[in-house]
């Protein structure tokens, strides 16, 4: 993975990435002023739609000053993800909506603080078309933790074709 930070359009904002050699992002930063930030997960979503490339002024910076921001950014995440991990025990059958598609697989709302991510590959292989869209209902089996995103891990999900 390649850390960037680049500078936003407006006064004292500032973009920062987590992106693969193809320019895709996986975590984003956008920090305004000194206590105002949007992330790539829980609760904001913000996370570029397009490849990422570097523009004048910007610069590349090492994984461990992205983590360092990443953590101040999401700390507010971190008190409720310990209490979501509690309720949702691995082993554990959930069902939610699906929110969105990111890099690392489906996005999946359980409640309004709770969201899960899923491979879409082999979901896609067995699903028809028409139900791979937001608002259908998914289920699936709690296999573990994305402490990074605070997001649950599912597999064995199924998608039921129900609109919630």
Do not use: H
């Not at 983590?67 to 999401?74: G, M, N, V």
């Not at 996005?107 to 869209?133: C, G, H, M, S």
């Not at 608002?135 to 089996?141: L, P, V």
Request: glycine share 6%.
């Amino acid at each position: 993975m390649k850390y960037i930070q680049a500078r936003g359009i407006e006064e004292d904002e500032w973009y920062y990435f987590e992106i693969d050699e193809k320019g895709t992002a996986y975590r984003q930063i956008v920090v305004t002023g000194e206590n105002s930030c949007q992330i790539s997960t829980t609760p904001d979503f913000m996370l570029s739609d397009q490849e990422v490339t570097m523009y004048d002024g910007d610069v590349e910076i090492d994984a461990e000053a992205f983590e360092s921001i990443w953590r101040q950014a999401t700390e507010p995440n971190r008190a409720p993800w310990k209490i979501t991990k509690q309720q949702y025990a691995p082993g554990n059958r959930v069902s939610g909506a699906i929110a969105m598609f990111y890099p690392q697989g489906i996005i999946i709302r359980i409640n309004e603080q709770t969201y899960a991510v899923t491979d879409d590959e082999e979901l896609r292989k067995r699903t028809p078309w028409n139900f791979l869209y937001p608002d259908y209902r998914i289920e699936g089996t709690v296999t573990g933790y994305d402490e990074k995103n605070f997001w649950l891990v599912l597999e064995d999900c199924v998608i039921s074709g129900e609109k919630i």
